[in-house]
């Protein structure tokens, strides 16, 4: 398979396929899927001769991306992605419970939709600064 890329959509598949083997890998310490690892490999070996040498790292026979890539602004997306995640998913947890929802779905989403939407109405206000846990 041949594929033709710009310097610019390179540069963007670099940013899709290290978002994507992030949230699979992140959190799977030494049970990695180790296809995606050497996928990102093979793409950041490219780099050289695309003119990005800086994206790429060498580190026991490996290649990686380098830390100015790490450091160029990638993580601070994954951030704003998971921030995105975390509050949905907690809105939609809260909403379920206050509506007796945790295990069933409703016949009509539009209270469930409506009592979230609240809910990250107040956390695009005040963030974590009115949730209370009593424990």
């Given amino acids: 398979m041949n594929v033709e890329f710009t310097g ?3 540069r963007r598949l ?4 290290y978002i994507g083997n992030w ?6 310490g030494d049970d990695r899927f180790e296809d995606y690892d050497d996928l990102q490999e093979k793409l950041f070996s490219l780099c050289p001769q695309n ?3 800086a994206l790429a790292g060498y580190w026991q026979g490996h290649i990686y ?3 100015a890539y790490e450091d160029g602004g990638i993580h601070e997306a994954i951030a704003d992605y998971e921030d995105a995640v975390f509050f ?3 809105a939609e947890e809260l909403a379920r419970r206050d509506l007796g929802l945790e295990n069933s779905d409703p016949e009509d ?3 469930l939709s409506e009592r979230m939407e609240d809910y990250l109405d107040e956390f695009d206000k005040n963030g974590l600064g009115s949730v209370n846990v009593d424990i």
Wanted: hydrophobic share 45%; aromatic share 8%; charged share 25%.
């Fill in 8 to 10: 610019k959509e390179f």
């Fill in 14 to 17: 670099l940013d899709l396929v």
């Fill in 23 to 28: 949230i699979l890998n992140s959190a799977r």
């Fill in 51 to 53: 003119g990005l040498s």
């Fill in 65 to 67: 991306p380098s830390k």
């Fill in 88 to 90: 949905s998913i907690l």
């Fill in 109 to 111: 989403f539009t209270e």
